[in-house]
């Protein structure tokens, strides 16, 4: 649906349609292949705002310090969600400095001294779970026995949150990763995690143990990160570590188990594993409609467009992950694909903290499942696999298999 504007071009309607397996979004295809910047309307929020498909494109916006996050705070911008899932203050809508003091923050806990070690301790829970979930026996929720269980274990270990408290961590994601949680139940249970978070990092402070939130308490006690900043940061942490590996995992599963010639070929050369893996992350379309969006200082010249000083403006990465010009015949899965490194991380100052992160547990998960069920299948056809409707991040609601 698109309705003229007296001022400019259209603006297009981006509805949340339920999509299945790994369908592309039909609004930002045709609008890369049509309008690469385009003016968009989403469900929730008021007026419209710039839609960014390109690859190119994406790649400017996002690495332009004229894009504001810090302006999107208290903005009623258009938007998937009826409120905003990361509360101000975090990583994720803050600009320089802010964002760099707390990217340093970070920095040591999602680099690769860590991640070494945590990879050993994420290979050894994989083995732990494949067994036992082989053990139980076909046919199995393989989200619910391996995949979800091992992203929440990661998650935990990294932050410090104690195994029994993941309980009431997942029961959050749940609800506040629905595009029909109203805002006033969005607010409360993002006032709950904040709640949760404060208190914990209260206790790291008295008794620190070798974790990320120990670390952050340490900052706040010298004035490194404020309350406000570290419990956001700790919200997004929690979030993305649990559902965007849940999901994309789950995805890149279901994706190799349809293309059995290509995953028989990867099963016999598991070097090629990190390419693959990276193939699957441009392929597999992670969410449901756009994330957070930034706010042009001034005017930004993008794709032979003025965005106007003031102006919201989203790219939408997976888009990007499919534009003609860059990809080879892009919808199609190639798992030996060496072209331009793909966006599914983002990009510039706000590229994912996560990634080498998720990169690492995607391999061991892989992996893990290549080499201990070789005759891994699914248990039902494909098209009556149930998709998750209604969410931010796009992922199965169970992956049946068999072996
Ligand atoms: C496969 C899984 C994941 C994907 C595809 C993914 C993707 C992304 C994307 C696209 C962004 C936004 C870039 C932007 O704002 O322009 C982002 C930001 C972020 N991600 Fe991830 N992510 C994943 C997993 C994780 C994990 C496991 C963590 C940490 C536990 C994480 C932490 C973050 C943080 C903190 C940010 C905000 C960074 C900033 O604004 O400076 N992500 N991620």
Redesign the pocket.
Known sequence: MTSPRHDGPVVHDWAVVPLAGTDFDPVPHRLLHEEPVARVRLPHGEGHAWLVTRYEDVKQI?ADPRMS?ALTVGRPITSMTPHTLAPPGG??RADPPD?TRL?KL?APTFGRRRMTALRAHTERTAGMLARRTHDAGPPTDLAETFIGPLATTV?AE?LGVPAADLGRVEHWRARLLRHDTTATEGESVKKEIAGYFADLARQRADYPADDLISELAAARATGGISTPELVS?AV??TL??LD??RN?VATMVYVLLVHPDQTGKLRGDLDRLPRAVDEL?RFVP?RNGV??PRVATTDVEVGGVTVRAGEAVY?F?PAANRDPAVYTDPDRLDLGRDEAPHL????????????Q??RM??EVMLATLLTRFPGLALAEPPDRIAWRTGTVNRGPETLPVTW
């Open positions: 996002t996050r990583v994720g964002h990217r970070l998650v990294l940061t997004m942490l993305n570590g965007a590996v994309i992350l992670q994330g957070m790219v990465y599914a991380f983002g990009h510039g100052a706000h590229y994912c903290a996560g990634a992160l998720a547990e995607a």
